[in-house]
């Protein structure tokens, strides 16, 4: 069954790092999304990607966020100045198609900010 | 504002049960919605997708309901093993017309299983 690789699978990081978090999303997938969850809060939509740009983004991806398709493969997350509050579980997805498909995640990374 | 509402408290039945999770929306008008399993510390597995058009999809052991009237869903496991302990997620999908979509997420329902 084909998988979404996330890497690294926890992350440590000092308040105000810059962080990439990395995905290889399926291969014949189209549809990248980042989503990320608080222990013990809902899961959130931060980001989709298609063709090379971004599609939407919600109020939590600010301008400390960026994604990037680097070389047709990996997908990655970077957040540029890290804060306490960003301390989550991050999930990369993937999809086949826009609509009528669910979507295959991660196993995500823990990123904890100190 | 948009709300996506999932029994709160754990439900725990009995090995060969059926175990019966309730998603309830409020303001919103899904295209699709979503079941995911997610188990701790890992990430949400893809169980059922069904279309605002649908009233009941069925896959092996699960089944799941829309109704877009009382804005639910329910998903059902017959024959429950402890293996299916885990926490249920509804997500609520936004497809539309142009390149956009995201899912809006309830909080889960775990499920607990007994032998």
């Known amino acids: 069954e084909p998988e979404v690789t996330q890497t690294p699978s926890h992350q440590v990081t000092q308040m105000g790092q810059e962080v990439i978090l990395r995905c290889v999303p399926i291969s014949n997938h189209l549809y990248f999304y980042w989503y990320r969850q608080i222990l013990g809060q809902k899961v959130e939509f931060l980001v989709s990607?298609?063709?090379?740009?971004?599609?939407?983004k919600s109020e939590i991806f600010d301008d400390q966020f960026s994604v990037e398709r680097p070389d047709g493969s990996n997908f990655t997350l970077k957040i540029r100045s890290t804060k306490l509050e960003d301390s989550a579980m991050y999930f990369c997805?993937?999809?086949?198609?826009?609509?009528?498909?669910?979507?295959?995640f991660g196993s995500g990374t823990r990123l904890t900010v100190v | 504002s948009q709300k996506i509402e999932q029994n709160s408290e754990a439900l725990n039945i009995q090995e060969g049960k059926t175990a019966t999770l309730t998603c309830n929306y409020t303001n919103y008008s899904p295209a699709y919605l979503q079941w995911y399993r997610q188990d701790p510390g890992r990430g949400p597995v893809f169980l059922l997708l069904i279309r605002e058009n649908e009233k009941e999809k069925r896959k092996e052991r699960l089944k799941v309901t829309f109704d877009t009237t009382l804005k639910q869903s329910l998903f059902h496991i017959t024959a429950s093993q402890p293996a299916d302990s885990a926490t249920y997620l509804c997500a609520l999908d936004s497809s539309n017309a142009g390149n956009n979509r995201k899912l809006i997420w309830g909080l889960g329902t775990s499920l607990g299983v007994n032998p």
């Open positions: 990607f298609y063709n090379n740009e971004i599609s939407e």
């Open positions: 997805a993937s999809s086949e198609a826009l609509r009528d498909y669910g979507y295959t």
